[in-house]
T-cell receptor, first 114, second 112 residues
Framework: DAGVIQSPRHEVTEMGQEVTLRCKPI?????LFWYRQTMMRGLELLIY????????DSGMPEDRFSAKMPNASFSTLKIQPSEPRDSAVYFC????????????FGPGTRLTVT | GENVEQHPSTLSVQEGDSAVIKCTYS??????FPWYKQELGKRPQLIID?????GEKKDQRIAVTLNKTAKHFSLHITETQPEDSAVYFC???????????FGTGTRLQVTL
């Protein structure tokens, strides 16, 4: 099993630019989670999907952030326009519902907005 | 919503000693409590978990205990080794669809 795949691994962009982060969950998993990690705020849940449907986006910081899951094997997190305070490591994780709550994290995308 | 508190924030132990990290949670409906280890620059990795129908679970040098009445759970690492040095996160499951609420992390340093 390839595990959760994220791309790009590193992204450096200028303030105001659009950023798109990508995630491929583990095959067979029906839940997908986007997290953001910073030193100041720790590990924050931004949004999660169940069977490709967004369930809770209360963690999305602003309207500049949006996420989609068009099918069971792909999700994107978009920031438009990006700001320096968006600099963080963004993790995608996947899991299964139905009583098995284990979540497996991808390698993360380190985003730097200058 | 669920609130998870984790203590201590940093912990330094000598190699071979034991380390204990404690977490409390607020939602009595939570039933699943995983622990993640995150090494510097790497992803959080699930190392052990416990469900509400058991009070203790052990995997080699790592054990987790759960007290549902008091709403707290703990991670115990025995015979610590330098490679145990990392940040450890506890979490509690919230509601449906496997949503986890994470603690703020404990930075464990194992010194020689």
């Amino acid at each position: 099993d390839a595990g959760v795949i994220q791309s790009p691994r590193h992204e450096v962009t200028e303030m105001g630019q659009e950023v798109t982060l990508r995630c491929k969950p583990i095959s067979g998993h029906n839940s997908l989670f986007w997290y953001r990690q910073t030193m100041m705020r720790g590990l924050e849940l931004l949004i999660y999907f169940n069977n490709n449907v967004p369930i809770d986006d209360s963690g999305m910081p602003e309207d500049r952030f949006s996420a989609k899951m068009p099918n069971a094997s792909f999700s994107t997190l978009k920031i438009q326009p990006s700001e320096p305070r968006d600099s963080a490591v963004y993790f995608c994780a996947s899991g299964r519902t139905g009583g098995n709550y284990e979540q497996y994290f991808g390698p993360g995308t380190r985003l730097t907005v200058t | 919503g669920e609130n998870v508190e984790q203590h201590p924030s940093t912990l330094s132990v000598q190699e071979g000693d034991s380390a204990v990290i404690k977490c409390t949670y607020s939602d009595s409906a939570s039933n699943y409590f995983p622990w993640y280890k995150q090494e510097l620059g790497k992803r959080p990795q699930l190392i052990i978990d416990i469900r509400s129908n058991v009070g203790e679970k052990k995997d080699q040098r790592i054990a987790v205990t759960l007290n549902k009445t008091a709403k707290h759970f703990s991670l115990h690492i025995t015979e610590t080794q330098p490679e145990d040095s990392a940040v450890y996160f506890c979490a509690a499951e919230t509601g449906t669809a496997s949503k986890l609420t994470f603690g703020t992390g404990t930075r464990l340093q194992v010194t020689l």
